[in-house]
Each structure stands twice: as C-alpha cells, then as structure tokens.
C-alpha cells in the first residue's frame, strides 16, 4: 500500500509527446490520448516541424488538458525538453505518436513515480503486429515490479520510450535530454540518470502499450554507421560513473566492428 503522501502526489501527471510528420497516427493517437487522460491529467504535444503543421480534430480543441506547442522544426530532444519544461505537474509520462496506452497505465505510472520519485519508470510494450492492435487485459495492480541496474543497459536498450514515466524534479537534475545528439537520446538520457543517481530503473512486469515498430519509424533510416557511433560515444561518456562488468565490453567491441563495417560499406558506395 502506499503511503498518503505518495497517493497525494501521484494524483496527476503530464504525457508528453512530439511530433514529426507521421500523419497517418495521428487519428489513433489522438483517440487514444483522449482514453487514457484522467479528468486532471494535462497533454502537451510539440508540432516539431511536421508538415502539414499539427492541429488537434475537433474533439480536442476545447480541452483545455491538452497544449499544443508548435516552435517549428527544432529536433525531438529539444521538443522533449520544450514540453516537460512546460508542464505543471510532478510526473512526466512519455508517449510517441505511434504508440497507443492502455488506460491502466497512467494511474499505475502516476503511483510508481510517486514511490519512485528518483528513479525511472518503465512498464513493458508489446509490438502491434503481436496484439492485432489490441491491448492484452492487463491488471498493473498484481503485476510485480523489478529493479533493472545500469549495467543492463550495457548489453542493449530494452526498454520502449512510450514505456517510461519519471518526475520532473530528476529530469531537471540531470539536466535534461540532450538535444545535441543526432540519435540515442534515450539512451543518454537514461544511462545519464543512473550516473546521476545510485538507484536502479523499475520495471513494471505489465504490458501497458502497444508499440509501433514500422518502416516509417522516426530513426527507421539512420545510417548504420552513425548509430554505432553513438552508442560508443554515449557509453564512453558514463563508463566511469556506471562501472558496469568488464565482461560486458564485449558489447562494446560489437558496436565497434559493426560501425567499421558500415564505415567501410559507406566508403566503398561514395567510390562506386
């Protein structure tokens, strides 16, 4: 049972979510909001640069839950922070376009993060084409919840952004997302936490969303080279605060072959 403080405190909570370009989820997107906000939870959705610009359908544009932010093409780790920086409550909730919640996720979410409140909070995702668009009947309230430390994430980033819920108090501690980064925002972000706080991730055992995993994903065409690149940078960069086993460097030498290979494919096509 919780403690009234934390019941309190995880009366409400932000989902947040930017958008670029995507338009054929924007109708199940928005149907989908509109199911899962509770009467005090507040949306706030940043229109990074889609074209046509983003506008909420009718059913929405009175709802004065939700903001639409619209600053203009300025990259998904600067709209991430542009709408966590605009919201007013204690909890952020994380959800893509094309990703749909179950409506038990966000009162499970609101509770975790209340307990949890330096720690991220994950649940679990399960792939469209596995649910037939359907939500599996999930009970969050018997499903159990497990530590995950920063040295899982060593191996590979298991864990779907739609899934994640945090405070706002850490996200301002650790100063963010970081908007510079061509791709792995996630990543950062979450090993970044962990060098920011000795407590591992949470994970609830509960299948809450629904997520997308086609072609027309927002990093779908990354080159392959940038994305090991980046991962290296990015484990380099907290290896020291992590400390994770030495025996998963070998994950590291894995992104390494694999961004030489890709260097080198992409070398031999600009001499073709």
């Known amino acids: 049972m919780m403690e009234n403080a934390d019941a309190d405190a995880a009366k409400t909570i932000t989902v947040v979510t930017t958008i670029h370009n995507g338009q054929g989820h924007w109708p199940d997107f928005f149907a989908n ?16 640069g889609s074209s046509p610009a983003v506008c909420l359908p009718e059913i929405l544009t009175g709802d004065k839950r939700i903001t639409l932010l619209s600053p203009g093409k300025i990259g998904r780790g600067a709209a991430l922070n542009l ?25 499970a979410m609101k509770q975790l993060a209340a307990r949890y409140p330096d720690q991220l909070i994950f649940c679990q995702a399960i792939r469209h084409g596995k649910t037939n668009g359907v939500m599996p009947t999930s009970n969050p309230k018997d499903a159990p919840i497990r530590p995950i430390p920063a040295a899982r994430l060593y191996r590979g980033n298991p864990f779907h952004h739609s ?12 100063g963010g997302y970081n908007a510079a980064l061509p791709c792995c925002l996630d990543l950062d972000f979450y090993l970044r936490t962990l060098a920011h706080s000795p407590h591992p991730m949470m994970l609830l055992c509960c299948p809450l969303v629904t997520r997308h ?14 994305y090991h690149e980046t991962v290296l940078a990015i484990r380099a960069r907290y290896r020291r605060q992590i400390q994770p086993p030495f025996w998963l460097r070998v994950y590291d030498l894995r992104h390494f072959v694999l961004a030489i290979c890709a260097r080198i494919n992409q070398q031999r096509r600009n001499n073709a």
């Open 163 to 174: 899934c994640l819920a945090f405070s706002k108090s850490l996200w301002q501690a650790v």
């Open 33 to 48: 909001l509109q199911a899962i906000l509770g009467p005090d939870d507040p949306a706030i959705i940043v229109d990074d």
């Open 213 to 226: 995993t086609g072609p027309d994903r927002h990093y779908f065409g990354l080159s392959a080279r940038l």
């Open 83 to 107: 709408a966590i920086s605009h919201a007013q409550t204690a909890f952020i909730a994380i959800q893509d376009v094309d990703d749909r919640s179950d409506p038990a996720r966000l009162p």
